[in-house]
């Protein structure tokens, strides 16, 4: 039987081969605790646990290994990021900052924190989804603990302007937290050239496994203290009590070397395949329009409404494609996605937006048989609409994307 065809890459992407290669010795022989100081089992686990970490550091242009502290994923370190620094400033921080795009991870983070008694303020972003550096710049006050914003949005692919936005908060002097799981091994993420104080990343978007991810926890200049969320063995500095997962930090480092060697030529790869399933889908369908600003996103995401057809339906009309109407985190709640109305667009172009993820395993191949699949499934979806019309709809939506991509 034929499976689908993957288009969902950033809800997940499949392990790659060459990091289970990396893993297996760390699943079978290798097995100490990286934590055993009085036999070689233990000294061996250290000594992987330590090279990946190195190489996850210098992956990510942080100045030194300990700065990388290993978490279960993006949401543990978005957590430990937002609940450890604003616990530890409790007496002068008063205010959390997020943009109005953040993944649930860090928006449902805040929420808890709103309930601890902290002020979570939201930033508003531009039709296209980037929030304004000198906005944000202009509103920090003094009490502003902490401000957090997504690198690159993950139903909407929009890549923010993160040095400018971290490069504001220094000056004020407030830390700047960015949840970069769809940016690690995506795009160029130097955390000393731009500026970042905490970031959260997850080996299962790079092609890794799930289960393992990292917080980078700048140190000095300014000295930042996080309150851990786990208590225990004191593992990882006292901010991560645990044994760790050796296999799954091997697998993390490899898939990140693997990531960053073949960035440039992928990002190329995929952007082009993007154009094509879009330009293809254009050639077929009226009203297909692109949601996020056409130019800053990811290489390989498309985010789109087509008119008249329910993103939901869509997806469930196209069998033979994994594809998803938003975030897989999110995808339980059946309320239309936050992300789309917080661009400012018309409820009905919310409700037709569905997502399209393109990744390693996707060829020209791939990107042909789901624009057919996609067309054939939005001209019948459409046809069944014009029959019973919803009520009020308006007959001029949107329907291109007025930069003409
Ligand atoms: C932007 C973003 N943050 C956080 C997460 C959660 O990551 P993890 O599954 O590693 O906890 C995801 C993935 O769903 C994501 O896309």
Redesign the pocket.
């Known amino acids: 039987v034929q499976r689908p065809i993957y288009l969902d890459h950033?809800?997940t992407t499949p392990l790659d081969p060459r990091v289970l290669e990396a893993m297996l010795p760390y699943l079978r022989e290798e097995f100490g605790n990286a934590a055993s100081r009085t036999h070689e089992y233990g000294w061996r686990a250290e000594a992987a646990v330590e090279q990946a970490r190195e190489e996850i550091a210098a992956a990510i242009g942080a100045r030194e290994p300990r700065e990388i502290v290993f978490t279960s994923?993006?949401?543990?370190s978005?957590n430990l990021a937002l609940k450890g620094l604003l616990r530890a400033r409790r007496e002068r921080a008063r205010e959390l900052v997020i943009s109005a795009l953040e993944?649930p991870?860090v928006a449902d983070t805040a929420e808890a924190l709103g309930a601890e008694g902290f002020a979570v303020r939201k930033l508003p972003v531009d039709g296209g989804g980037l929030v304004d550096p000198a906005a944000l710049g202009e509103s920090l006050v003094d009490g502003t603990g902490l401000v957090s914003v997504?690198w690159a949005q993950?139903e909407i692919g929009v890549v923010q302007p993160v040095a400018e936005l971290a490069r504001r908060c220094r000056e004020r002097g407030v830390p700047f937290h960015s949840?970069a799981?769809?940016a690690v091994g995506k795009l160029p993420v130097d955390v000393e050239r731009d500026g970042i104080d905490l970031l959260?990343f997850?080996a299962?978007?790079l092609y890794g496994p799930k289960g393992i991810?990292a917080l980078y926890v700048r140190r000095g200049r300014p000295a930042l203290r996080l309150e851990p969320l786990l208590h225990g063995g004191g593992h990882e500095w006292g901010l991560r009590s645990g044994s760790l997962p050796v296999m799954l930090i091997v697998g993390f480092a490899a898939a990140l070397r693997i990531a960053l060697a073949e960035r440039e030529a992928e990002a190329e790869r995929l952007a082009a395949l993007r154009e094509l399933l879009l330009r293809r889908l254009r050639e077929r369908l009226g009203g297909v329009a692109l949601n996020g600003d056409p130019l800053r996103r990811l290489p390989g995401n498309l985010n789109l409404s087509i008119e008249g057809v329910p993103g939901d339906a869509l997806v469930a009309g196209c069998p033979g494609l994994a594809l998803s109407t938003g975030?897989?985190?999110a995808s339980a709640r059946p309320e239309p996605s936050p992300v789309l109305r917080a661009l400012g667009l018309p409820a009905e172009r919310v409700r037709e937006g569905f997502r399209i993820g393109l990744g390693r395993g996707t060829g020209e191949a791939e990107v042909l048989r789901a624009a057919e699949q996609i067309a054939a499934a939005a001209e019948r979806l459409g046809a069944e609409r014009v029959v019973s019309p919803p009520p009020g709809r308006a007959a001029s939506l949107p329907v291109s994307n007025p930069a003409g991509e």
Request: hydrophobic share 25%.
């Open positions: 950033h809800a994923g993006a949401t543990e978005d993944h991870a997504i993950s949840d799981a769809q959260s997850s299962h978007k991810g975030s897989a985190c």
